[in-house]
């Protein structure tokens, strides 16, 4: 018999990719704790978010609701925090709530974390070494140390403090986002040996639309001593010069991430040791997935698989099976709802997320949806010159619309560019390589897309731009 309340752990990465997590077969790295995670809970292939970027996914996953309802539709748009919550409903069901590392939702009156009994939150990105928090009485502190030791101590302390009551941790790194500065004890890791290249490391993103081959995301657009923190060696190649940018991003992004498994190593052995593992609910995610040289790119934004998908894996003793992997489509919309089901905690009429205990449970329902909504605002943001665009995924396509109007959204810019679309076949190219929106063999296939796109637009209440025809 499980407890009516179990606790609930929930560490999210920022930008950390599912191809980065031996669990999701990586070919660059290994993470034994994470994997732990998976071996003991479920890994999910098919988890997505609606806007690949950090402040709206992150305002999708406590609000359980989309961009447009929750107003966190750029960076430059915060979260209002008397806004429903679903760590505020746990609060009420009597759990104790502690916010620790990464909030991106805005600071000051308004803005500040809500629905937490206990918060201390890096400043808008923070920094890696010895950084800065927020604390709950408005001060702020310096302190010594690596960013991911300390949020996992202070998640550890707040654990320790309430671990025979429920309780509800929510532990969010700062890493692996860039600039990925690792700490001293991974500094030299991956020295003197080459990491493999992806798979569509050389796309020349021919047949692509004109605003996504104008995009600032290849590893040219990397800044060698900011991001890459060396001065370009003498007497390159264009081609050598890329596959050395590539090999000083990734290492020290991998770098990063090995921080992430020795800490998440550290809290899963605690919840052992002191008996807390039976009845607490481990989930590992990230905001967005990210670009690991794949099409030639870092970063997100993009509705392509290595951006849109979410790792996400979840244990939970005794009710999800280990070893256990589901292909079903979820969103990080559904995540609040989810959580506030197998904790025995309602779910309120208006939220949008729908829970998929059943799906942990090993029994999908039939009427799970078989598509998914996405919608990316931030046009033409001054750093990555990304182009506004909603889309559709099923489980075998992908349409996208590239809308290319800033909309007057904060953070997005003009000029408004002309609509251009993208059709992918992920069962023939799973790795997006072909736009066939112009083949005629795939015009069925288009309009379907399209009125399942309108379909979608409709059913989520986003009003502009306007549903294809
Ligand atoms: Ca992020």
Redesign the pocket.
């Known amino acids: 018999m499980k407890n009516e309340h179990p606790n609930l752990l929930f560490i999210m990465a920022?930008?950390h990719a599912t191809h980065a997590i031996s669990a999701y077969d990586s070919r660059i790295n290994q993470t034994p704790h994470l994997d732990r995670i998976a071996d003991e809970g479920m890994r999910f292939d098919a988890a997505f978010c609606t806007n690949s970027?950090?402040s709206p996914s992150r305002a999708a996953i406590l609000t359980g609701t989309y961009n447009h309802v929750n107003g966190v539709t750029t960076l430059d748009t915060h979260l209002d925090n008397t806004l429903w919550t679903f760590p505020k409903s746990l609060q009420e069901a009597g759990y104790v709530t502690g916010l620790f590392g990464k909030w991106h939702l805005g600071h000051g009156p308004g803005h500040d974390p809500t629905g937490f009994d206990s918060w201390r939150v890096l400043p808008d990105q923070g920094d890696y070494h010895d950084p800065t928090f927020l604390e709950q009485d408005g001060t702020s502190s310096q302190r010594a140390g690596y960013v991911t030791d300390i949020i996992t101590d202070d998640t550890l302390g707040f654990i320790q403090a309430h671990g025979s009551r429920p309780w509800a941790a929510f532990l969010h790194h700062k890493a692996p986002?860039r600039c990925w500065e690792p700490d001293d004890k991974h500094a030299t890791m991956y020295d003197g040996i080459d990491i493999p290249e992806p798979i569509t490391f050389g796309d020349d993103l021919v047949g692509r639309a004109d605003v996504v081959r104008a995009t600032k995301m290849r590893m040219m657009d990397l800044d060698p001593i900011r991001d890459l923190k060396s001065a370009v060696p003498e007497g390159l190649t264009l081609d050598e010069e890329i596959s050395w940018r590539y090999q000083r991003y990734i290492k020290d992004y991998l770098r990063v991430v090995a921080s992430i498994d020795d800490n998440v190593g550290r809290i899963l052995d605690y919840l052992d040791e002191s008996g807390l593992s039976d009845n607490t609910i481990v989930v590992y995610s990230s905001?967005?997935g990210f670009f690991l040289g794949d099409h030639g790119m870092f970063d997100k934004r993009l509705m392509y698989e290595e951006s849109l998908s979410m790792p996400l894996l979840i244990k939970y003793p005794g009710v999800v099976v280990p070893g256990s992997v589901s292909d079903d489509i979820v969103v990080n919309v559904d995540f609040g709802p989810t959580f506030l089901d197998l904790m025995n905690v309602p779910i309120p009429e208006h939220v949008q997320g729908r829970s998929f205990q059943s799906i942990l449970r090993g029994e999908t329902t039939a009427d799970w949806p078989q598509s998914m909504y996405y919608r990316y605002w931030m046009h033409h943001d001054e750093a990555h010159n990304t182009p506004a665009h909603y889309g559709v995924r099923t489980r075998t396509h992908k349409l996208i619309c590239y809308y290319n109007d800033p909309l007057d959204q904060p953070g997005a810019h003009g000029p408004t560019d002309p609509v251009e679309w993208e059709l992918f076949d992920l069962v023939a190219d799973p790795y997006e390589i072909d736009n066939v929106i112009e083949d005629p063999a795939y015009v069925t296939v288009r309009s379907e897309l399209e009125h399942e796109l309108a379909r979608l637009h409709e059913q989520v209440g986003d009003t502009a731009p306007p549903p294809p025809p």
């Open positions: 920022d930008d970027i950090c986002h905001d967005q």
